[in-house]
């Protein structure tokens, strides 16, 4: 299983990005899906989850700004950030059930 991650950029704050999680040899609606992301010097942080069922949890530093989706029909997760912040630069991560992660995308919120 491979798993990709690509969408990030540099953006000014209040702007918006849409991650994508690809994942090549596994099905990723029968699993959970989950966004993490690292910053410089930090530990790494729980961004988003989308169950099989998709029941969806973030982490507190991102509800109510980023939602996560899936697309079925293209094995893909999607990860859309609203209102970007400079503290969410990092490098952005998904996993698929037991795989990950997988390579992750910067993604710099600047002025």
């Known amino acids: 299983v491979q798993l990709q991650a690509s969408g990030g950029g540099l953006v000014q704050p209040g702007e918006s990005l849409r991650l994508s999680c690809a994942a090549s040899?596994?099905?990723?609606?029968?699993?959970?899906t989950d966004w993490y992301r690292q910053a410089p010097g930090k530990q790494r942080e729980f961004v988003a989850r989308?169950?099989?069922?998709?029941?969806?949890n973030y982490g507190d530093s991102v509800k109510g700004r980023f939602t996560i989706s899936r697309d079925n029909a293209k094995n893909m997760v999607y990860l859309q950030m609203d209102s970007l912040k400079p503290e969410d630069t990092a490098v952005y991560y998904c996993?698929?059930?037991?795989w990950g992660p997988g390579q992750g995308t910067l993604v710099t919120v600047s002025s």
């Open positions: 989308i169950t099989s069922g998709s029941i969806r």
């Open positions: 996993n698929v059930g037991p």
């Open positions: 040899g596994t099905i990723v609606s029968r699993y959970v």
